[in-house]
């Protein structure tokens, strides 16, 4: 096999440049695997696309995508444009034998995802998606607590997930409320806290949805209202079919909260309490504690939740949000080099969108959806 591995990335907004880091960071982190070679980008113009590759280090640029598919020395293309390009850009990479690492979700519509899920097993390359917040080495170590039995038995997850973006209600319209860009907080938010939820529990059995509008309509450049087509709010009753029930809030215009992804997981022996806002610290309580003693306990993140090791050899000096995206690239080169890896394949993140779908028809039908 090469020691080098070419890299091709299409868009370079905010996760364009999330991934670019990432390829950029990950042989000085990790020291290991073939080292990525940044070969070819694409943006929406030339103009934008060879600034882009100048500040990035990427060697050619491009104002059309599909050069990048089409070149030879690119072995994985990462796709980082809006949702409604994935489909199109991640199956076009795979047939032309590019291994893709797609951002999520991976299309507004179920049938572009399970199209992507087919030509992603047609392909025989490999296919993973943006779910960095599975990343988190704290969240490997929630996975560790429970499967060490230390809480128990588990009965109940809550998942929450908050921003303020669309909070005010006088922000003019934009696309995230029409229609065409998907439910609104369910598939923008939603696939977010379900991916915690996966890697820790699986996908529910069952879901009851409600979703709704804190606005009816906002106001446009003009001077008009327009009707809002989205919901901002999604709450969901979720049957995980083990005796484990749960319960997950969305919201993003939800004053105040900045990147709340938080998790509380309740069981027989204690609880585990996460927030993304605060991502480098868990919270445990343990029953069996001296009563006199009893509280939860602060857990920061250290060298002994692995990889946070290969980023800092000093405790409690905390990994960021951008860090989660380079143990993803790593992630990714496994899987590419066919070692274990932690990703969430075409496949799996297909699941993801079955359930946020299923959520939808239940508030539509207003009953609950069988998944199982
Ligand atoms: N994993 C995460 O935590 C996370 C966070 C934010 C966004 N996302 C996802 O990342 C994706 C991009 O979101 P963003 O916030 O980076 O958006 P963005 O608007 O900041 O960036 C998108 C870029 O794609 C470019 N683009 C659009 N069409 C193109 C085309 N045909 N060819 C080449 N470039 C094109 C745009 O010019 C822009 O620079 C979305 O799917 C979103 O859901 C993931």
Redesign the pocket.
Known sequence: MKSTIGVGL???????KCHALAWTGVRAVFGDGRTPKLIHL???TGD?ARRKADEFGFARSTGD?REVIADPEVDVVSV????A??PEMAIAALEAGKHVWC???MAVALADAERMAAAARASGRVAVL?Y?YIQNPLIRQIGTILADGTIGDVNHVRLEMDEDFMADPEALFYWKSEASSGYGALDDFGVHPLSLLQVLFGQPERVLAHLSKPYADRPTADGRRRAVETFDIASVLLDMGNGISGVMALDRSAWGRKGRIALQIFGSKGTIVYDQERMNELQLYVSSDKATEQGFRTILSAPQHAPYDRFIPAPGHGLGFNDLKIIECHELLRRIAGEPARVIDFDTGLGIERTVHAMAQSHREQRWIDLA
Do not use: S
């Open positions: 299409i868009g370079t907004g905010y996760m364009g694409a943006e929406v934008i995508w980082t444009t809006p949702n390009f994935h951002e999520k979700p943006g960095n």
